[in-house]
C-alpha cells in the first residue's frame, strides 16, 4: 500500500512538471501544444548528447554532472520551445482552432522524426546510471535516486510558483491569463510574455527528460508520445491553466495508475489513464481546482 | 470570436472558375479520368509488389475521403480515425473467422460496430472544445489499440491471421490480387463520390456552417450536436469499410497496423490535400502513400518531410493546396446581387 503511493508520488512528479508546461500555455493563450510531449523527449536527447560529450564520468561525480546537464538542457529546450513559438505558434494566432492544432500536429512530428534522423530509431541507453541505497519508509522501499529526482521536481514546482506569485512577469502571465487584449492596453508587451512562458514550460519539460532518461536508462525518439497525453491528462484533472491544479493532477494521476494497475493489470494501466481523462472531461471539465469558464464569442 | 472566423477556410470566390486551367481542374470529367487511371494502372504495371501498392493507395485514399467529412466537412478535429479502421477490420476478421463466411457477409455487422463505435466515442465528446475533442480522440485511438493487444478474442499482440477472402464464387477468387484490386477501386470510387456528394447535401451545407461559426448555425435552427455526430458516424463507417478492405488484402490484422501514426498520416492527407475538397484529398491520398513508393530516398526522412509541410502549410496556406471553392453552383446568381450583399457572403 505505502509502496503504490510511493510510486505512484514518484511517477507523478514527473508527469507535473510536463503538466506544468501544457497547462502555462494554454492558461495564456489557449493553445493546446500538442508538441510539450516531444520535448520532454528532446531535452532527454540533449542531455544525453551532453553526457555522451563529457565522456567517463566517474560515479561518484554522477549527481553533479547531472545537475549541470539538466541545467544545460533545460535551456536549451527552453529555446527551442520559444523557436517553435516563433515559427508555427506566432503566425497562427487568431487563426480558426484547427489550423493552430494542425499546425501543432505537425511540430510533434517534425520532433519525433528531426531526432529520429539525427540519433537513429532505436533505443539509446543513458551514459549514466543514478546508483545509491535503498531506503524502508514505513514498509515502502524508496532509493536515493529516486528522492533526490523528487527534491528536484519539488524545488523546480516552488520555483516556479514563486515566479508566478510573486514576479512582474508572473503578475503580467497571469493577467493575460485574464484578458490578454486588456494586459495589451495596460502596457504589457503581452508577446514578450509568452515567449517567457514558452521558454519556462519547454525548459520544465525538459528538466523532466534528463531525469527520466538518467533514471530509466533508456531513451527514444517516440518516448514523448504516451507521456505528453498523460500530462496533458494530469493538467486537465487539475484543472487546465490553474498551475497548481497541474503539479496535484500530475501526482492525482501518478496514483491512480499506481492503484489501477495493481488492480488491473500493468497491461491495462494507459487504457486506464486515458479512460480517467476522458471520464473528467465530460463530467467535470474544469478539473478539480479549475474554475467555471465560458467560451467567449 | 468574430474576428477569428476564418476568411482562410471560407470559399474565396463564388461563382464558376474563370481560368482555363481552373475550369478543367472543376469539371466533372476529371472524375472518371481518375476513376479511368486507376482501372487501367494494373496494364501498365501488374507485378505483385504494384498491385499491392495500388491496392493499399486505394485503401487510403477511402480513409481519408471518410476523415475528410469529419475534419474537412465538418472541422472536428479527430486524431484517433484509425481506431474505426480498426473496429472494421477486427469484426470483420473475428466473423469471418469463426463463421468460415467470406469477409463480404460481415459488412452488416461490421457496419453496427462500426456505427456503435462512432456513437461511443462522438456521444460524450462532440460536446467539448475542438482542442479537448483532439486529445480525446487521439486517447480514444490509443485505448482501442491497446485493448485489441491485451484482449485474447482479438488475438493479442499476434493480431488474426488467415482470414478467408472477400468472396468466393465459382471460378471467380476474389484472393487473386488483380480481381482484389479492381474490387477495391470500384468500392473506394463509389464511396469517394458519396463522400462528396454528401458534402454537397443539406446535411454537407450544415456541416459547414457548424465548421465556420458554430454559434451562428445554432442560431439558425441547425441542431449542431445532431449533425456533428452524424459527421462522426459517417466517418466511421467509411473507417470501418476501410477496414473490412484492409482485412481482405492483407488477410491479417494485427495492432500495428493501428498506430498513431497511421492517423496522422490520413490526417496530412487530408490537410495537405485541401480540407474539405474531395479532389484535393483524393490526391493528396495518393500523394502521401505513393510517393515513399516512387522515391525510394524520401521513405527515409518522409514523416519529417510531412511535418513540416503541415506546419508550412497551415501558416502559408491555410486551406490547403487544392481548397474548396465555388461549390455551391447557385451562387452564381449571388455575384449579380448589390456587391454589399457578396462581400458579407464572402467574408
Given amino acids: 500500500m505505502t509502496q503504490l503511493i510511493w510510486d505512484g508520488l514518484f511517477v507523478g512528479s514527473f508527469y507535473a512538471l510536463i503538466a506544468l508546461g501544457y497547462s502555462m500555455v494554454y492558461g495564456i493563450i489557449k493553445l493546446l501544444n500538442f508538441a510539450h510531449g516531444d520535448i520532454y523527449m528532446l531535452g532527454a536527447f540533449i542531455g544525453f548528447a551532453l553526457l555522451t560529450s563529457m565522456g567517463g564520468i566517474p560515479a561518484s561525480l554522477s549527481l553533479g554532472a547531472l545537475l549541470i546537464v539538466l541545467l544545460v538542457s533545460m535551456l536549451i529546450t527552453g529555446g527551442a520551445g520559444v523557436l517553435i513559438e516563433r515559427l508555427a505558434y506566432r503566425p497562427l494566432r487568431g487563426a480558426p482552432r484547427l489550423a493552430v492544432l494542425i499546425s501543432a500536429v505537425g511540430v510533434s512530428f517534425s520532433l519525433e522524426y528531426g531526432i529520429a534522423a539525427i540519433a537513429g530509431p532505436n533505443p539509446r541507453a543513458y551514459p549514466i546510471r543514478l546508483e545509491g541505497g535503498v531506503f524502508e519508509v514505513l514498509g515502502a522501499r524508496a532509493s536515493l535516486p529516486q528522492i533526490v529526482l523528487m527534491l528536484i521536481a519539488a524545488g523546480l514546482m516552488v520555483a516556479l510558483n514563486f515566479y508566478i506569485q510573486k514576479t512582474s512577469t508572473g503578475r503580467a502571465m497571469r493577467s493575460i491569463a485574464l484578458d490578454s487584449n486588456a494586459s495589451l492596453l495596460m502596457g504589457i508587451n503581452v508577446n514578450a510574455v509568452i515567449t517567457r512562458t514558452f521558454f519556462i514550460g519547454s525548459a520544465l519539460a525538459g528538466a523532466a527528460g534528463v531525469m527520466a532518461g538518467a533514471y530509466y536508462g533508456k531513451i527514444d525518439f517516440l518516448m514523448g508520445f504516451i507521456i505528453g497525453l498523460k500530462a496533458f491528462t494530469a493538467a486537465v484533472i487539475g484543472g487546465i491553466g490553474n498551475i497548481k491544479g497541474a503539479m496535484l493532477g500530475g501526482l492525482v494521476l501518478g496514483f491512480v495508475e499506481a492503484f489501477g494497475s495493481q488492480w488491473f493489470g500493468g497491461q491495462w494501466r494507459d487504457v486506464f489513464s486515458f479512460a480517467v481523462l476522458i471520464l473528467f472531461l465530460t463530467l467535470r471539465p474544469t478539473g478539480i481546482l479549475g474554475e467555471r469558464v465560458t467560451e467567449r464569442m | ?347
Avoid at chain 2, 505513393?290 to 491555410?318: C, H
Fill in chain 2, 1 to 347: 470570436m468574430s474576428e477569428n472566423v476564418d476568411a482562410t477556410l471560407a470559399p474565396q470566390r463564388l461563382g464558376p472558375p474563370r481560368s482555363p486551367i481552373s475550369r478543367l481542374l472543376e469539371s466533372r470529367l476529371i472524375g472518371w479520368v481518375a476513376l479511368a487511371a486507376a482501372l487501367l494502372a494494373p496494364f501498365v504495371t501488374a507485378s505483385p509488389y504494384s498491385l499491392n501498392v495500388m491496392t493499399t493507395a486505394a485503401i487510403f485514399v477511402l480513409l481519408a475521403s471518410g476523415l475528410n467529412i469529419v475534419v474537412g466537412y465538418c472541422g472536428l478535429l479527430d486524431l484517433g480515425y484509425i481506431a474505426f479502421m480498426a473496429v472494421g477490420a477486427y469484426t470483420a476478421g473475428i466473423i469471418s473467422k469463426s463463421f468460415e463466411l467470406p469477409l463480404l457477409f460481415t459488412i452488416p455487422a461490421v457496419l453496427v460496430m462500426t456505427i456503435l463505435a462512432g456513437l461511443i466515442i462522438g456521444a460524450p465528446t462532440l460536446r467539448l472544445r475542438s482542442d479537448y475533442l483532439a486529445i480525446v480522440t487521439l486517447g480514444f485511438g490509443e485505448i482501442t489499440r491497446i485493448t485489441a493487444n491485451n484482449l485474447s478474442v482479438t488475438g493479442g499482440p499476434s493480431g488474426i491471421f488467415g482470414i478467408p477472402g472477400l468472396l468466393k464464387i465459382g471460378g471467380l477468387d476474389v484472393e487473386n490480387p488483380a480481381v482484389l484490386y479492381y474490387l477495391t477501386v470500384l468500392v473506394v470510387s463509389l464511396f469517394v463520390l458519396a463522400s462528396a456528394r454528401l458534402g454537397k447535401s443539406r446535411l454537407g451545407r450544415a456541416w459547414r456552417f457548424v465548421r465556420e461559426d458554430e454559434d451562428a448555425a445554432e442560431a439558425m435552427g441547425i441542431h449542431t450536436y445532431k449533425v456533428k455526430l452524424l459527421a462522426y458516424i459517417f466517418g466511421a463507417i467509411w473507417g470501418g469499410l476501410g477496414g473490412v478492405l484492409f482485412a481482405a488484402h492483407l488477410s491479417a490484422v494485427s495492432p500495428q497496423s493501428f498506430i498513431f501514426l497511421q492517423s496522422a498520416l490520413v490526417l496530412m492527407a487530408v490537410v495537405l490535400g485541401g480540407m474539405g475538397n474531395m479532389r484535393g484529398v483524393v490526391i493528396g491520398a495518393l500523394v502521401i502513400s505513393l510517393l515513399p513508393e516512387l522515391l525510394r530516398d524520401f521513405a527515409s526522412n518522409r514523416y519529417l518531410v510531412f511535418g513540416l509541410l503541415l506546419v508550412v502549410v497551415m501558416v502559408f496556406r491555410p486551406q490547403g493546396f487544392w481548397p474548396a471553392r465555388g461549390y455551391e453552383r447557385e451562387r452564381a446568381t449571388v455575384d449579380v446581387d448589390p456587391p454589399a450583399v457578396a462581400t458579407e457572403q464572402g467574408r
